[in-house]
C-alpha cells in the first residue's frame, strides 16, 4: 500500500530548489556564529589598541621636555670651535645629551661633540662645547632636536 505524497515532502524540493536558487545569486547566508566570532575578534583588537593608545599618550605627558638656544660660537682654530648653547628642560633633575656640530661656509658638518648635562636646581643651563674640526668652520650649532634624556645612574655628567 502506497500513501499519497504528503503536501510537506511535495513542498520540500520546491523550497529547497529556490533556496539554492536565491544562495546562487544572492550568496549564502552567514553563519552566526562566524559573524559572532568576528565581532569578538573586532573588538578586543579596538580594546587593545585603546588600551595602547592610552599608555602612548600617558608617556608622552610623562617626558621631559628638552629645548635649546644658541648662544653663540668661537672658532678657535682650524682644528677647533667652541659652541655655547642653553638646555631648557622642563625636569631640571634630569641629565640629557646633547649634540652640537661645527658648520663651513657651505653647511657641511666639519665637526660634531656630545655633552651630558647633569641635574640642576634650574631649568635653565649654559653649556659650552669643545668640537674637533677637520678643517675650518664658519659657525657651530647646537643640533635641532638632538638632545635626549639619560638615565639618573648616568655618571660621566659634565
Do not use: K
Not at 511535495?10 to 556564529?33: F, I, N, S, V
Not at 647633569?118 to 635641532?144: H, K, L
Request: proline share 4%.
Amino acid at each position: 500500500m502506497t500513501s499519497a505524497p504528503d503536501a510537506r515532502s511535495a513542498a520540500a524540493p520546491a523550497a529547497a530548489e529556490h533556496t539554492a536558487y536565491l544562495a546562487e545569486r544572492y550568496g549564502a547566508p552567514r553563519d552566526p556564529r562566524r559573524t559572532r566570532r568576528l565581532l569578538v575578534v573586532v573588538v578586543a583588537a579596538l580594546v587593545v589598541l585603546g588600551g595602547v593608545a592610552v599608555t602612548w599618550v600617558a608617556l608622552a605627558q610623562a617626558r621631559v621636555e628638552i629645548r635649546t638656544r644658541d648662544v653663540g660660537y668661537e672658532i678657535i682654530s682650524d682644528e677647533r670651535t667652541d659652541i655655547t648653547f642653553d638646555v631648557i628642560r622642563s625636569d631640571p633633575s634630569t641629565t640629557v645629551r646633547c649634540a652640537a656640530q661645527a658648520l663651513d661656509r657651505g653647511f657641511g658638518q666639519v665637526g660634531v661633540a656630545e655633552v651630558v648635562v647633569g641635574p640642576s636646581d634650574r631649568t635653565a643651563t649654559r653649556v659650552t662645547v669643545e668640537v674637533a674640526t677637520i678643517q675650518r668652520a664658519s659657525n657651530g650649532i647646537v643640533v635641532e632636536g638632538a638632545c635626549v634624556t639619560l638615565p639618573a645612574e648616568t655618571s660621566d655628567v659634565e
